[in-house]
């Protein structure tokens, strides 16, 4: 796994208010499916999702996913997310969900770290990576 963290999505318990926040502070949105926001960084991307939304991919749990946060890690191809997942099962990680396709179009799965930091592994074949490694939500081409 490389040291980099593509996305960082915060659980948002009212998606317009959290969005008015970041466009207050200077922040400008990406076009983005309806249902969620997101803010392209440098080199990463903050995406605000609905609290709820977050917690389905969870099972329902809303305490699996820790303060609100999940650190998104994304890979250049769909097969390194098992991969990834493998190594964070043998290195001790409490694996939270199994890679499976998402309904957007995606690949990914969830671990937690040994003290509760939630991690996602994502393939997104819409946001091409960068040289680097580099996530911007529409990619790098």
Known sequence: MDQRVSLITL?????????????????????TPDGMVVFDLIGQVL??????????????????????????????????????IDRARAAGADILTEPVDVFWGGHHGHFADPDGHVWEIAFNPFSTLGPNGEFRWNGYE
């Open 47 to 84: 995406g605000l999702y609905p609290r709820e939304k977050l917690a389905e991919e969870f099972g329902g749990d809303a305490g699996r996913f820790g303060g609100g946060i999940v650190l998104s890690h994304n890979v250049p191809v769909k097969e390194d997310v098992a991969v990834l």
């Open 11 to 31: 659980a948002a318990s009212d998606l317009e208010r959290s969005a008015t926040f970041y466009q207050a502070m200077g922040w400008r949105r990406v076009e």
